[in-house]
């Protein structure tokens, strides 16, 4: 089984920019879709990105267009989250997951089988 690993948040000032990596062990990673969510405290978890296996398909929420991008480097076994333009309501714990349940939602949490541990993001106003 696949085992993810988050860095790379840390505070960051209101407009600025930010780039995630999870970083999985494991077998066949490039056989893998990859999304990434956040939670922030009080409220559920939701998604922000997706990223097929071989990252020739993306998808985002309404409200992470423009401002997120998700890549990956399957040589490296990592998937990244570039956030532009943070603001105060982009805080929260992010999280990547793996092993998505075929056809359903990916921005559905229940959907994913193998999380990481989180990385928290704390956006200065």
């Known amino acids: 089984q696949l085992q993810l690993v988050e860095s790379g948040g840390g505070l960051v000032q209101r407009g600025g920019s930010l780039r995630l990596s999870c970083e999985a062990s494991?077998?066949?990673?490039?056989?893998?879709?990859v999304g990434w969510f956040r939670q922030a405290p009080g409220k559920e978890r939701e998604g922000v990105a997706y990223i097929s296996g071989a990252g020739g398909s993306t998808n985002y929420p309404v409200s992470a267009k423009g401002r997120f991008t998700v890549f990956r480097n399957n040589a490296k076994n990592t998937v990244y989250l570039q956030i532009n333009s943070l603001q105060v309501g982009d805080a929260a714990d992010y999280y990547c997951?793996?092993?998505?349940?075929?056809?359903?939602?990916?921005?559905?949490?229940?959907?994913?089988?193998?999380w990481g541990q989180g990385t928290q993001v704390t956006v200065s106003s």
């Open positions: 494991g077998p066949n990673f490039e056989s893998y879709a």
């Open positions: 997951a793996t092993e998505h349940t075929h056809g359903t939602a990916w921005y559905d949490p229940g959907s994913w089988i193998v």
